[in-house]
């Protein structure tokens, strides 16, 4: 038998169905290479106890005779944002070390539900905040790529998983681009969903107007397996959407098949299109972009002028909301106690545990919040970034009028060094250039590989753009373009990450 590990989550299901391969033998595949590969990577910040005898009962059922979903006993990997019951959920923090839910997030839920085997979950940045996964209150992550390089953040943990073959399929959440920026850099897929397309609940929350929870795989059609799984309303998160969704395994394999890009129209951004763009990763674009056009594609450029104020918009946005929801970590309730000497008040113990419990990158964004909500500067930002907001929206409402979807690079750069930008906030932060406008929008983003850059040899992501509860044409193109990059280049990015030492 080949190596489990490298089957797609589709190959593995497939396996599954005709029993050719039992849940417990892929489990302890992905479970074996957890243990060979994650001293080095960091993935993962707490592992799965009872994985084995989650998959033995999924085999049993199976072998009943019973009626199971398409990913009945395939594993996963959880970001450590999202509640479990049976594993601790700390968000990255130490304010939060050793605490496990009283119940599990709903795509947690429906997860289980679908008979899917949680292997553990996956290492981030503090409270989401972070692009680089170096802001973890417990480790960092490595770039199974070169693992001198940062997997991207703040879900570098699930995507270093997928990449590095220890989990076929992941759950990451989605702000600024934590999804897309660690798919871009570790050569993976990464979906960002319509703003309520799936549940919140259960999420800990850093925006709460910008958090999204979407999948990471290795394949288009592997999202969009775990996209179905999660997508549908909620009525314990009050801002999900009671919508019908289309099939998003039908649109991937309708992409698939499709002959022609004939009469799609594809929006090419200017204002993504920064200055600081690395040249390998403008050349693949650039390639991208040709390969549309050579299959029929229309490529039309779109003036978004109201971008260029997006990374400053959404560091008000998000620091404000961020300070509002962390005010619930204060020693009183839940979580780290920090308890000073003498004879402290409330206050003193909150102090002393919101210092302690709180890394710096999360004390600088709650101060910069808490300030932009203060009382004579709400309106000079926080309301002014709101406004800038709906004209970023209006951009976007605009530019579907002319295409049925927009592209850009997922990031102006490859992955870059651990700890290069460490001492340089304002430079981590205008990497989420590309990605940040989706989030303000609330409308559905993908990041798949597009190739590898010719200067270092990592991976590039081409980023797709798609109006609000349209997430099927994602998959759709998504899986177009995978097709024509895998006979271009004889094999998918995701085939050939090199094997960690």
């Given at each position: 038998?080949?190596?489990?590990?490298?089957?797609?989550?589709?190959?593995?299901?497939?396996?599954?169905?005709?029993?050719?391969?039992?849940?417990?033998?892929?489990?302890?595949?992905?479970?074996?290479?957890?243990?060979?590969?994650?001293?080095?990577?960091g993935s993962f910040l707490a592992r799965a106890t009872q994985a084995l005898e989650h998959a033995a009962a999924i085999d049993a059922r199976r072998a009943k005779g019973e009626v199971l979903g398409p990913l009945a006993g395939v594993?996963?990997?959880?970001?450590?944002?999202?509640?479990?019951?049976?594993?601790?959920?700390?968000?990255?923090?130490?304010?939060?070390?050793?605490?496990?839910?009283?119940?599990?997030?709903?795509?947690?839920?429906?997860?289980?539900?679908?008979?899917?085997?949680?292997?553990?979950?996956?290492?981030?940045?503090e409270f989401a905040m972070g692009s680089s996964t170096e802001h973890s209150g417990y480790q960092v992550t490595r770039n199974p790529w070169d693992v001198t390089k940062a997997p991207g953040g703040s879900g570098g943990g699930s995507a270093s998983a997928v990449a590095a073959r220890q989990a076929p399929l992941a759950l990451g959440s989605d702000t600024g681009g934590s999804i897309r920026q660690p798919a871009a850099f570790t050569g993976t897929v990464g979906v960002k969903p319509t703003y309520g397309g799936v549940s919140r609940y259960g999420v800990i929350a850093l925006a709460s107007s910008l958090d999204q929870v979407g999948p990471v795989s290795r394949t288009v059609r592997d999202s969009a397996l775990l996209h179905d799984v999660i997508v549908g309303h909620d009525p314990h998160d009050s801002t999900s959407i009671p919508t019908p969704w289309q099939s998003m395994v039908a649109a991937?394999?309708?992409?698939?098949?499709?002959?022609?890009?004939?009469?799609?129209?594809v929006g090419v951004v200017a204002q993504l299109q920064t200055e600081g763009i690395q040249p390998g990763v403008k050349q693949r674009f650039d390639e991208a972009l040709a390969l549309m056009a050579?299959?029929?594609?229309?490529?039309?450029?779109?003036?978004?002028?109201?971008?260029e104020y997006a990374v400053a918009a959404y560091y008000l946005i998000l620091p404000a909301e961020a300070s509002s929801n962390l005010a619930k970590f204060d020693s009183v309730r839940f979580g780290l106690r920090v308890t000073p000497e003498g004879n402290p008040t409330v206050e003193d113990v909150m102090s002393a545990t919101r210092d302690r419990g709180f890394g710096d990158e999360v004390k600088r964004r709650i101060i910069l919040g808490t300030y932009a909500l203060s009382a004579g500067y709400y309106d000079a930002y926080y309301g002014k970034a709101q406004r800038v907001r709906t004209l970023i929206q209006r951009d976007f409402a605009q530019a579907f009028e002319k295409v049925d979807v927009l592209v850009s690079p997922s990031t102006p750069?490859?992955?870059?060094?651990?700890?290069?930008?460490?001492?340089?906030?304002?430079?981590?932060?205008?990497?989420?250039?590309?990605?940040?406008?989706?989030?303000?929008?609330?409308?559905?983003?993908?990041?798949?590989p597009m190739g590898l850059a010719p200067e270092d040899g990592m991976p590039v992501g081409l980023q797709l753009m798609a109006p609000a509860y349209e997430d099927h044409r994602l998959y759709s193109l998504g899986a177009t373009l995978e097709r024509l990059f895998l006979e271009r280049d004889?094999?998918?990015?995701?085939?050939?990450?090199?094997?960690?030492a």
């Open positions: 038998m080949s190596d489990i590990t490298r089957w797609s989550a589709s190959e593995l299901s497939g396996a599954l169905a005709s029993r050719d391969v039992s849940s417990v033998e892929a489990t302890k595949a992905h479970i074996e290479q957890i243990d060979r590969t994650d001293a080095v990577l594993p996963l990997a959880i970001k450590d944002v999202l509640c479990t019951t049976d594993m601790v959920t700390t968000a990255g923090s130490r304010i939060l070390e050793g605490w496990i839910p009283p119940y599990d997030a709903t795509v947690v839920a429906k997860i289980r539900a679908a008979g899917m085997i949680p292997l553990g979950k996956t290492n981030m940045d991937a394999d309708a992409g698939w098949a499709a002959e022609s890009l004939a009469g799609v129209r050579a299959q029929g594609a229309e490529i039309i450029d779109i003036d978004a002028p109201h971008f750069t490859t992955a870059f060094p651990l700890g290069d930008k460490l001492d340089d906030p304002l430079a981590m932060w205008a990497g989420d250039l590309t990605t940040i406008p989706v989030n303000l929008a609330g409308i559905p983003g993908m990041s798949l004889g094999s998918l990015v995701s085939q050939i990450v090199p094997e960690v």
